[in-house]
């Protein structure tokens, strides 16, 4: 496993590329992530991997095929607000989104998801079942709360979803459900 330490971030130096031309693949952790809080603190815009989605289920594949673009833009919008206090109302709502996406990407210590959950809360995210400018508070209840929903009122879904590894038309008309659900009894 080699490891390369960077000058500033520079992959682009001799070392480094000739690394990454004879591997399979490569993380690219991020001090400033790591500063901000971000554990494992990996750059999506520079890690690569060439397995890729060949490892992935077909469901997860589905739900997150924008993600890593999605994060890479939501962290370079990031970067360049901090220098602006004026910004449009697209810009705005990238940034909202990526927080959320973020969030949603952080899990506690010791509390795996199971792949179907995982789906379920990725295509919440990336489908726009939940709005970008949901309240940080509500969308902290819908992590800790939908997972319980999705086992209590949706075993079916939750278990083929988990059997299959694939979100089929009728498997997300159940999720769509089971968010909708959700979102009308935690704002009722």
Not at 1 to 12: F, K, M, N, R
Not at 48 to 70: D, F, N, Y
Not at 83 to 94: C, G
Request: negative net charge; contains cysteine; proline residues 3%.
């Amino acid at each position: 496993l080699p490891i390369i330490e960077t000058q500033a971030g520079d992959v682009s130096a001799y070392i480094p590329t000739n690394v990454i031309s004879i591997t399979d693949g490569q993380i690219f952790l991020d001090t400033e992530l790591f500063r901000s809080g971000t554990r494992p603190a990996v750059n999506v815009g520079l890690s690569v991997s060439r397995v890729g989605g060949a490892a992935q289920t077909k469901a997860i594949r589905k739900v997150s095929g924008p993600l890593r673009l999605e994060l890479a833009q939501y962290r370079e919008l990031l970067v360049f607000s901090q220098f602006s206090s004026d910004m449009d109302a697209a810009t705005a709502d990238m940034l909202r989104y990526g927080a959320r996406l973020t969030e949603l990407l952080c899990q506690r210590n010791g509390a795996p998801m199971s792949m179907a959950v995982q789906v379920a809360f990725l295509y919440a995210m990336t489908r726009g079942l939940i709005a970008h400018d949901i309240d940080m508070a509500l969308f902290r209840r819908f992590k800790a709360e939908f997972a319980d929903l999705l086992q209590s009122r949706y075993p079916e879904l939750v278990a083929r979803l988990s059997r299959k590894g694939e979100l089929d038309d009728e498997l997300e008309t159940m999720l769509h459900r089971a968010v909708e659900t959700w979102l009308a009894e935690a704002t009722a």
